[in-house]
């Protein structure tokens, strides 16, 4: 079982804002990351280090934090924003990665 | 720009070890700056953390495979390995290696993938 808790799927309309939400109690002391995946394809870092984006992501994508959950937030969902997304943390004893299990977003 | 070249079988029998390396070009594997690990994911279902290697030698696994894992680093070959043992069926997943900035301890970064090997245990 993961410490990181997603909603297995969250849909959206077109041009819409949606919500994706982690949480975990190691939340309330490490910052988590978001990462998109399309299919057949690896996975892509959108937020990184509280609410940072790389390169070429665009600035629809950004993110918050609230005790313990953390939260992605689109804003204006395009059609190619559809994917699974995962939230990364620390784990509560903070020298081990985890993953949430993913929520897979649907752009209707 | 950094690439992650992963190489390694497709095919592992029950109870062998899978072995997997990544080569690491466009950067310098020996910095500090970052971690080199492993992430899977079995067909279908979510990401799995395995575990990250310093330049150090220093490494971390995740305590669910610990007692099965080993990640090392050739530094004079620019690449870095997982040895898995005593693999099952719970074991095949689509592998990958990954970068992950060491300077955001509180704040994990993995910022580069490699292109993913389906590892597929079966007799």
């Known amino acids: 079982s993961s410490e990181l808790t997603q909603d297995p799927a969250v849909s959206v309309a077109l041009g819409q804002t949606v919500n994706i939400t982690c949480q975990g109690d190691?939340?309330?002391?490490?910052?988590a990351s978001w990462y998109q995946q399309k299919p057949g394809q690896a996975p892509e870092l959108v937020i990184y280090r509280k609410n940072n984006r790389p390169s070429g992501i665009p600035d629809r994508f950004s993110a918050s934090s609230s005790g313990n959950t953390a939260s992605l937030t689109i804003t204006g969902a395009q059609a190619e924003d559809e994917a699974d997304y995962y939230c990364n943390s620390r784990d509560s004893g903070g020298n081990h990665l985890v993953f949430g299990g993913g929520t897979k977003l649907t752009v209707l | 720009q950094l690439q992650l070249q992963q190489s390694g079988p497709g095919l592992v029998r029950p109870s062998e070890t899978l072995s997997l390396t990544c080569s690491v070009s466009g950067d310098s594997i020996s910095s500090s700056d970052y971690y080199w690990g492993w992430i899977r994911q079995p067909p279908g279902k979510g990401l799995e953390w395995i575990g990250s290697?310093?330049?150090?030698?220093?490494?971390y696994y995740n305590p669910s495979l610990r007692s099965r894992v080993t990640i090392s680093v050739d530094t004079s070959k620019k690449q870095f390995s997982l040895r898995l043992s005593s693999v099952t069926a719970a074991d095949t997943a689509v592998y990958y290696c990954t970068r992950e900035v060491a300077a955001t301890w509180s704040a994990p970064e993995i910022d580069y993938w490699g292109q993913g090997t389906l590892v597929t245990v079966s007799s």
């Open positions: 190691s939340l309330r002391r490490y910052y």
């Open positions: 290697i310093y330049y150090s030698g220093a490494t």
